[in-house]
């Protein structure tokens, strides 16, 4: 009888297994900077093309290997980092199960050259398909280098659903940024395409914040540092009033290792309670020390989850040693009238003082029918015409154009209107969701271009990471309406956008492009354009003071009505209840 269970071969096995440890090119990335850190390297530069998935090349100048190490490394389950099941619980290397090096192997073609010495020569191996298939020598001093080409090569299903190449990119440079946190006192280089992304040479925490993130941040840390029994804690969280619903600056370092920690980062929105709104998020850059034996990182393979003996106390120490930060830096300075301080109104010299001289133009006519007012240098070269007022969202054909619902106001959040046999109740926000949205989409397919001016530019800052995101979207966003004075990584100036914005909270709408993965479309939208749409139209940078007054609403009603789709929002939501006439007789019976 022929048996229906099958002893799986090796290479299956380990190909099986590659799928928990290696799941992108990030995933590498990982996992070699983390065997480099081991290895007390003080240099590492990475070297990635064709978003990783042509060649991911790590190089450092830590301790090295010799030849007999280098014929193990590959091998499922040898590691250096330990020796015996106790050892589980005195971890104090990032690596120890053992399965890096042997799961890139079984999924890419890898070349290893190390030395554990400065004698000039170092030791080659080329493996594929986790067998060795040449052995060399090359001229190199102490360190190694490890060159990961045609990722998943070999299991076409695995590359086939890698994310876009913007987005596979981003995980590779959000990484990066996790460990160049993590060892501010190593000095990191990320190169892709044979163009640099960072240099950053070793320095303090602080500083290592500031060049992976912008110099302004500056303003915006308060400094954290606690000592206890059983934790120390330090790093830096954001002050209150520079808080979004960003998750994006949310950095966890346990014992050197990034992690991920949802009871921990709830101890902290706690801390911040009273200060931010309910949907705000706090950001932070936190180290958490505690004694090895005290955690187990042997949850996971991606060694992203940590299990605490003391969770509840952490809890606690966390969200008190936050809390006073907070009071002890981010209040305002008080006057304090008993310091020697002279707030008298100033004192002048002897010299006298003029009476102040006004200037004026003895030709203005008020009445003259020709502008003799000059135009300032920001309106010079402008064409008025296509200029929208904040309060023309709805033109004025609109306004005297439309057909008249009998229909007020409840609650100052639905419409009620009627038809000839229903009443109808119209959520005002999602009734313009959906017009917007099909309004947006038109303008972008049709290649329509309608912007408001502002007067005073609006200012943004952005990450290295999310800056790069912008550059992919900046064709699109002019295409809407956004007129951008200047981009470059130091800071984006704004002096016109799309009129559906509130320009106060045009930075909100950034965040969110960058919070929803805008650049992973699709898994939520056939296209970019539709997508944009949709996060356009949700956003909580919407204006909708204008939907106050009678007229307004009336046009509301309109457009929505005129809508394709006018009875649910473009994420699948009722719009309008309706209640049919004999629902209502029904009541009076």
């Known amino acids: 009888?022929?048996?229906?269970?099958?002893?799986?071969?090796?290479?299956l096995i380990n190909k099986i297994a590659a799928g928990e440890v290696i799941q992108r090119p990030s995933s590498v990335i990982k996992e070699l900077v983390e065997n480099s850190v081991d290895a007390n390297s003080k240099n590492i530069n990475i070297v990635v093309k064709d978003f990783g998935k042509s060649l991911i090349e790590i190089s450092d100048d830590g301790d090295g290997m010799n030849k007999i190490d280098l014929s193990l490394c590959f091998l499922k389950h040898t590691t250096s980092k330990i020796k015996k099941s106790s050892d589980l619980f005195s971890l104090n290397s990032k690596g120890f199960r053992g399965e890096a090096i042997s799961s890139i192997s079984s999924v890419a073609?890898?070349?290893?050259?190390?030395?554990?010495?400065?004698?000039?020569?170092?030791?080659?191996?080329?493996?594929?398909?986790?067998?060795?298939?040449?052995?060399?020598?090359?001229?190199g001093l102490k360190g190694t280098r490890i060159s990961v080409r045609n990722l998943f090569y070999n299991i076409p299903a695995r590359r086939k659903f890698l994310k876009s190449d913007n987005v596979e990119l981003r995980h590779i440079m959000n990484?990066?940024?996790?460990?160049?946190?993590?060892?501010?006192?190593l000095s990191f280089t990320l190169k892709h395409n044979d163009k640099d992304l960072y240099i950053l040479k070793n320095s303090g925490l602080k500083?290592?914040?500031?060049?992976?993130?912008?110099?302004?941040?500056?303003?915006?840390?308060?400094?954290?540092?606690?000592?206890?029994?059983?934790v120390k804690i330090n790093g830096y969280v954001l002050k209150p009033e520079f808080l979004n619903k960003s998750r994006s600056m949310q950095y966890f370092f346990v014992n050197g290792r990034f992690v991920r920690n949802n009871y921990l980062n709830h101890s902290i929105l706690t801390a911040y309670e009273g200060l931010i709104m309910p949907e705000t998020r706090p950001s932070y850059f936190l180290f958490i020390d505690v004694p090895p034996n005290t955690i187990d990182v042997n949850v996971h393979p991606n060694k992203i989850e940590v299990k605490f003996e003391n969770e509840s106390s952490l809890y606690a120490i966390l969200r008190s040693c936050i809390r006073h930060s907070l009071g002890k830096f981010n209040i305002s300075p008080n006057i304090d009238f008993t310091d020697n301080i002279n707030i008298s109104s100033p004192v002048f010299e002897s010299k006298s003082v003029s009476a102040p001289t006004v200037d004026f133009d003895s030709k203005f006519d008020p009445f003259s029918k020709t502008d003799n007012v000059p135009k300032s240098n920001y309106e010079k070269g402008k064409s008025e015409e296509n200029w929208i007022k904040p309060s023309e969202i709805f033109t004025k054909e609109d306004l005297n154009k439309f057909n008249h619902y009998s229909n007020f106001n409840f609650l100052k959040k639905f419409i009620i209107t009627k038809t000839k046999s229903e009443l109808l109740i119209v959520d005002i926000k999602k009734a313009y969701q959906r017009i917007t949205y099909e309004r947006i989409l038109s303008e972008m397919n049709n290649k329509q271009n309608v912007s408001q001016t502002l007067i005073f530019p609006v200012k943004l800052e952005l990450s290295k990471v999310d800056f790069d995101v912008f550059m992919e979207l900046k064709d699109i966003l002019n295409h809407i309406g956004f007129i951008f004075e200047k981009a470059s990584p130091s800071g984006i100036e704004i002096i016109g956008i799309h009129p559906v914005f509130n320009h106060n909270m045009i930075d909100n709408f950034f965040k969110e492009l960058i919070d929803n993965k805008i650049l992973d479309y699709r898994d939520h939208s056939s296209s970019i354009n539709d997508h944009?749409?949709?996060?356009?139209?949700?956003?909580?940078?919407?204006?909708?003071?204008?939907l106050e007054s009678e007229n307004e609403q009336g046009i509301l009603l309109n457009q929505l009505f005129a809508c394709k789709e006018s009875m649910i929002t473009p994420?699948?939501?009722?719009?309008?209840?309706?209640?049919e006439d004999s629902d209502i007789k029904k009541r009076f019976r």
């Open 175 to 185: 990484e990066f940024v996790r460990q160049a946190l993590c060892h501010p006192e």
């Open 109 to 139: 073609n890898i070349t290893i050259s190390s030395s554990k010495n400065d004698h000039g020569i170092r030791n080659v191996l080329s493996i594929v398909d986790s067998k060795i298939i040449d052995q060399t020598e090359e001229s």
């Open 1 to 11: 009888m022929k048996p229906s269970i099958n002893k799986l071969s090796s290479d």
């Open 532 to 546: 944009l749409a949709k996060l356009i139209c949700m956003s909580k940078s919407l204006n909708l003071s204008h």
């Open 207 to 230: 500083e290592r914040i500031l060049r992976l993130f912008t110099k302004n941040i500056n303003k915006k840390l308060i400094p954290i540092d606690e000592s206890t029994d059983i």
């Open 571 to 579: 994420n699948g939501k009722k719009i309008y209840v309706s209640i």
